[in-house]
């Protein structure tokens, strides 16, 4: 119904930045929330950010000044800028998007990227 892919996952060192993107696809009439979960191992999956269609944002604390949200609204894309990152963001990173198609609404995931902080 409503795929989603990600990018921009990988190894950084602590202190580097990363990207990660997410596309979203299928017969989509409105995206309402674009956001990021992450997951490590042994650990529940939890809210990093979050976007809503107004423009709106919502940080975990752990992240808030490090870490940005965005989004695309034409290429229904969401962004996650990582900045300063520590060895405790190393996760899975996954993407969410709720929103309608013409039939109903949808709440997608994404496949999950791998974020790694490590010297």
């Known amino acids: 119904q409503v795929q989603l892919v990600e990018s921009g996952g990988g190894l950084v060192q602590p202190g580097g930045s990363l990207r990660l993107s997410c596309a979203a696809s299928g017969s989509i009439f409105n995206i309402y929330v674009m956001g990021w979960y992450r997951q490590a191992p042994g650990k529940q999956r939890d809210l990093v950010a979050r976007i809503i269609s107004g423009g709106s944002t919502n940080y975990a604390d752990s992240v808030k000044g490090r870490f940005t949200i965005s989004r695309d609204n034409a290429k229904s894309t969401v962004y996650l800028q990582m900045n300063t990152l520590k060895p405790e963001d190393t996760a899975v990173y996954y993407c969410?998007?709720?929103?309608?198609?013409?039939?109903?609404?949808?709440?997608?995931w994404g496949q999950g990227t791998q974020v790694t902080v490590s010297s």
């Open positions: 969410n998007v709720r929103g309608n198609t013409r039939l109903g609404g949808f709440d997608s």
